[in-house]
C-alpha cells in the first residue's frame, strides 16, 4: 500500500508563489508516475502535470505550463510542485497521485494524497 501526504498550501497573493510537496511511503514510488491534479469548488477535478518515473519527462496543463515545475527525489520518495506566477484561477485544493501510466486521466493513477489547499487573493 502507499500513503501520499501533500503538504505546502496556503494563502498566497496573485503573482507569488507556493512550493508543494508530496510525500510518499512505500517502496514503489521509484516505479511509479507521480501526477498533480486540482480541483476548484464546484468544478471537477483536473489535470495539473506530470513527471515520469525518473524523471526525465514532465507534461504540463496549458493553464500552468510556464508558471508551475513539477520534480520529484525518488532517493527521499518525494515529488514537488512549484507554483510561480500564480493567480486567483489556480485556487483549489491540490492532489499528488501515483500510478503505472504516464497521462494526464485520473483514472491513470492508483494512489492519491489528501490534499492540500491552495487559495490566491486578488
Known amino acids: 500500500q502507499v500513503q501520499l501526504v501533500e503538504s505546502g498550501g496556503g494563502l498566497v497573493q496573485a503573482g507569488g508563489s507556493l512550493r508543494l510537496s508530496c510525500a510518499a511511503s512505500?517502496?514503489?514510488?521509484?516505479?511509479?508516475?507521480m501526477g498533480w491534479f486540482r480541483q476548484a469548488p464546484g468544478k471537477e477535478r483536473e489535470f495539473v502535470a506530470v513527471?515520469?518515473?525518473?524523471?526525465?519527462?514532465?507534461y504540463y496543463a496549458n493553464s500552468v505550463k510556464g508558471r508551475f515545475t513539477i520534480s520529484r527525489d525518488n532517493a527521499k520518495n518525494t515529488g514537488n510542485l512549484q507554483m510561480n506566477s500564480l493567480k486567483p484561477e489556480d485556487t483549489a485544493v491540490y492532489y499528488c497521485?501515483?500510478?503505472?501510466?504516464?497521462?494526464?486521466?485520473?483514472?491513470?493513477?492508483?494512489?492519491w494524497g489528501q490534499g492540500t489547499q491552495v487559495t490566491v487573493s486578488e
Open positions: 513527471i515520469s518515473r525518473s524523471g526525465a519527462n514532465t
Open positions: 497521485a501515483t500510478g503505472s501510466a504516464y497521462g494526464a486521466y485520473s483514472s491513470s493513477y492508483q494512489y
Open positions: 512505500g517502496r514503489t514510488f521509484s516505479s511509479s508516475t
